[in-house]
């Protein structure tokens, strides 16, 4: 049967793509090796460096997130590589599948999913690699199935003060354009990301970021590539164009984007993320319901992840949600399926749409008999009339 209104999609990726990328979508597609593509390309390529907020280059991949990741070991490590990996959560765990596939070693630095990675830990462990064998630190910066951020900046010091020479890559596929993200100020060397989380846009695009760094060392890397080659690629972004058929149209719908961060302004839209963020954890506490981040500065503004309470099932509450109320929740993955359901607070999103996302779930919480107090709402609207956006920057 149909149901009016609109679809709540307040999973934690893919997050509801605007009307405005819709429409910029919605183009003839064009010969990718005609003369007037290159000025499209130029602007994505360009403008990608302006998000990241890097000098270097960013390839753009007609992918998913997955396979940015595989792109970036593979161009920059040869096989039985040492990678260390920060277990934060589940995504984590599966860029760490990945790699074991690809032939690479990983040293697994496990922690409870419960919190970032941690800079002092990471320290001792590359301190007592006295013979760098390991290439890379992969961490992921918003860990999407825990709703944890790790410390970029932190963990680079880290790697700085034990004098170690791997690269820092950095999963930042839900982070990117929602959480703030500094690729050249925090000394990443590949920086992952994917299109339909902060970029707002349909799934198929996948991104690296690349310092000077990693372009070295893809020059001794012996990892078998050729799809995700670097080197290809960036002899084609030269011009404005790409080796192979790029996603055209999600590029039209990238360029949009880029545009409408920055008419925003990306502090904005960072600030706008952590209020939406507070607000949620907020509601969350009121409804006497935990948090799954347990460490305050390690908050995600991208999505919260909330426990329920032992005997309820999140994924009943989930589907209960969806049948009355239209709205989709994110799961619990792996080790918290169950546990945790996911509130993506993500992308092109308001006030208004947050206090719907909120009532959706108090209702819910009360139709699944999930023993909870009410008022979580009502706290949420308060926080966010007494912190309006431009006072919560300014905090
Ligand atoms: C979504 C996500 C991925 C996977 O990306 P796909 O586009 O599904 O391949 C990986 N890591 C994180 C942190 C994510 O949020």
């Not at 893919?14 to 405005?20: G, K, N």
């Amino acid at each position: 049967m149909r149901q009016a209104g609109r679809h709540f999609l307040q999973i934690p990726g893919p997050s509801a793509v605007p009307d405005r990328i819709l429409r910029a979508i919605d183009m003839p597609v064009i010969d990718h090796r005609g003369p007037g593509f290159a000025e499209l390309g130029n602007r994505v390529l360009t403008g990608m460096k302006s998000i990241f907020q890097c000098q270097g280059p960013v390839v753009i991949y007609p992918a998913s997130g997955t396979g940015a990741w595989e792109a970036a070991l593979a161009n920059t490590l040869s096989p039985g590589d040492h990678v260390l990996m920060i277990e934060t959560g589940h995504f984590a765990s599966m860029w760490k599948r990945l790699a074991e596939k690809y032939a690479l070693v990983p040293q697994v630095v496990e922690t409870d999913w419960r919190r970032g990675a941690d800079p002092e830990l990471l320290e001792q462990t590359l301190r007592a690699d006295s013979g760098s064998n390991i290439k890379a630190v992969c961490v992921v910066h918003n860990e999407t199935s825990t709703g944890c951020t790790s410390r970029i900046a932190d963990l680079r010091r880290a790697i700085d003060a034990s004098g170690h020479p791997a690269l820092l890559m950095v999963d930042t596929i839900s982070g990117l354009a929602s959480a703030d993200f500094r690729f050249d100020d925090w000394g990443v060397d590949v920086a992952i990301s994917g299109s339909q989380k902060g970029l707002m846009l349909p799934p198929g695009l996948s991104f690296n970021a690349v310092s000077e760094k990693a372009l070295q060392a893809a020059r001794s890397s012996t990892l078998h590539k050729s799809y995700w080659d670097w080197q290809e690629m960036l002899g084609a972004n030269e011009r404005g164009y790409f080796p192979y058929t790029p996603a055209t149209n999600l590029l039209y719908g990238l360029a949009e984007a880029i545009d409408m961060l920055h008419e925003e302004g990306l502090d904005n839209v960072f600030s706008r993320h952590q209020r939406h963020a507070a607000a949620t954890r907020l509601a969350v506490e009121t409804w006497g319901l935990e948090v799954q981040c347990k460490v305050a500065s390690e908050h995600s503004p991208v999505l919260t992840a909330v426990r329920t309470p032992e005997g309820h099932d999140a994924d009943k509450l989930r589907s209960t949600i969806l049948e009355h109320f239209n709205m989709s929740l994110g799961n619990g993955l792996a080790k918290v399926q169950g546990v945790v359901f996911r509130i993506g607070h993500l992308g092109d999103f308001n006030d208004l749409m947050l206090m719907a996302t909120l009532s959706g779930i108090e209702m819910g919480l009360h139709k699944a008999g999930v023993p909870h107090s009410t008022g979580g709402v009502q706290a949420a609207m308060d926080y966010l009339k007494d912190n309006t956006a431009a006072a919560s920057k300014a905090a």
